[in-house]
């Protein structure tokens, strides 16, 4: 193997639940992750985006498929044979407020992390707190306060830090920024970019905010009821977006621009429930191209250039016009 | 050329929050206008004022600790007179809330009646206001229910709030609103919890009834892209004040206060190629709440241009040209 990957997912499912109320929350994901790169999930609510990300760090049970890190499967390992691979991919939560333990120092916070796992002790876990509160742009001194007496973006450079307490591979993030003000959202933007530069770790970036995934990733794979719609380069799949879901979701995103105000093709109707998904493509409900073909099978991954590919028969795979959001 | 008399004018408002120990004024020197049939949009991060600011225009805001302690709400009712809202007896501004203005929230769940069907809920409100009886009031609801897009109106009206999706349910909140026909809609990131399609459908949605009903729209949100989208006027709040205002062309080309050009920056789509080929947002230093206790210029602390007479003066909302307006002792220089 000369170009192992870091995280290869295949033909990964989830469901919850029993039959008749059965979710389908992911059904048949695959796509990798490479060493130090960020892939992006996009998706709106219901699309499986988190799930995903838990059923990676395995905080979840996989209903079918293979997750494979650094070539091992660890799909179906238990609890215990887990652990020492939970030292290697991290998560950072969305809401700063409910992820730091109220109760606990900052020290403490991180410290947990290094401790379950061994990694410094005395004097010398003193000083990795103090150098992991720097690294994420806080103060050594801040480690003997309590998680109330910061502010939300501060709040989540804690979580920045005890994820990268134990010197993760990966990291899942899964809407870090989204319960943030715009000017703390940018200072943590950058933040998440400069550790990447200066640790070369890889991370799966989950987030609704179609600027906001440009912008960190390398890749993008979007969602839609659980299902890939559309994976490839960040700047491909948001400039030349195949996937009549991709564009719509492009569309639909509002531009800072009161110039760029334009009528547009709305989607119509709701989301479909997870419970019973349509037939076929699940996005055939809302689409402008589905026809009766549509409801027949689920549609295979077409290729549409090097490393991008998307799941729709009716979708052209020559290269369209600039797509103008 | 005279202007038309605006819907609604603020002016200088200034609320005061009193307890036993002290008092804050979490907004001061507001003043904001709405015209008819056009939508102003109130952006600010948190903190800024902005839900306070519209709560006040509602006379909503908590008793008795809240009170408007200083400034003018004037407001065009349906006869053409103009009132004081900040002076109005709770009971008269009671009779206007929903059939004069109405006000629609982030959270539709938390807004609604759990245990009435939506139809009964318009047409609790429909009788309350027009003295309707009650099929006639629930005919009336049913037509709310199509007159906001609810496919098979008639069948909804009997649905539980539980029953609906989150944008069916923001809907309804909408059919609600609009069901007395009022002059003024206040909307409070009415789409901040909704997903990205279906929030296009309803700031299209808004935007259509406004249009249809000659209505004025007052936007709350902290979002500049739905700014951009939906927005006529723009009023940009920092730490419980005004800071600028101008049409929406204006705010995004040449916005003129330091705190509204760095809000435009910082989005991830204004971010800029950095050295190593990869893209830089920029931010924006510290935090709103360094504004606390700040006697000069609220935005000083975290602005790139300061010089020491802004930590020392506060500077006034001036009046530049276009109607543009502006609090910023710099903005000549900049």
Known sequence: MSDPKLVQIRGLTKHFGKAPALVHAVDDVSFDIARGEVVGLVGESGSGKSTIGRLILRALDLTAGTVEFHGREIGKLSQREIRPFRRRMQMVFQDPFASLNPRLRIKDIIGEALDAHGLAQGAARERRIGELLEIVGLQADHAARFPHEFSGGQRQRVGI????????????????????????????????????????????????????????????????????????????????????????????????????????????????????????????????????ACAKAVPMMRNAGPDHYFACIHATETTSPEHVR | MTLPAPLLDIENLEVTFRTEENSVTPVRGVSLRVDAGRTTALVGESGSGKSVTSLAVMGLLPRPAGSISAGAIRFRMKSGETSNLASLAPDVMQRLRGSEIAMIFQEPMTSLNPVLTVGEQIAEQVRYHTGMNASAAMRRAEEMLGLVEIPDAVRRATEYPHQMSGGMRQRVMIALAMSCNPRLLIADEPTTALDVTIQAQILALIDRLRKEHEMGVLFITHNLGVVAEVADDVTVMYAGEVVESADVRTLFRNPRHPYTQALINCLPARALPGADGRRVVRSIPGAVASAAGVSGCKFAPRCAHTLAACHVSHPALETIDGGQTIRCCRWRDL
């Open chain 1, 161 to 292: 830090a005890r994820a990268l307490a134990v010197e993760p591979d990966l990291i899942v993030a899964d809407e870090p920024v989204s319960a943030l003000d715009v000017s703390v959202q940018a200072q943590v933007l950058n933040l998440l970019q400069d550790l990447r530069q200066r640790f070369g770790m890889a991370m799966l970036f989950i987030s609704h905010d179609l600027d906001v995934i440009e912008l960190m990733c390398d890749r993008i794979v979007v969602l839609y009821l659980g299902r890939v719609m559309e994976a490839g380069p960040a700047d491909v799949v948001s400039r030349h977006p195949r996937h009549p879901y991709t564009k719509a979701l492009l569309a639909a995103s509002p531009r800072p621009d009161p110039d760029a105000r334009h009528t547009r093709d709305l989607l119509k109707g709701d989301i479909p429930s997870p419970l019973s998904p349509p037939s076929g493509c699940v996005f055939r409900t809302r689409c402008p191209l589905a026809d009766a």
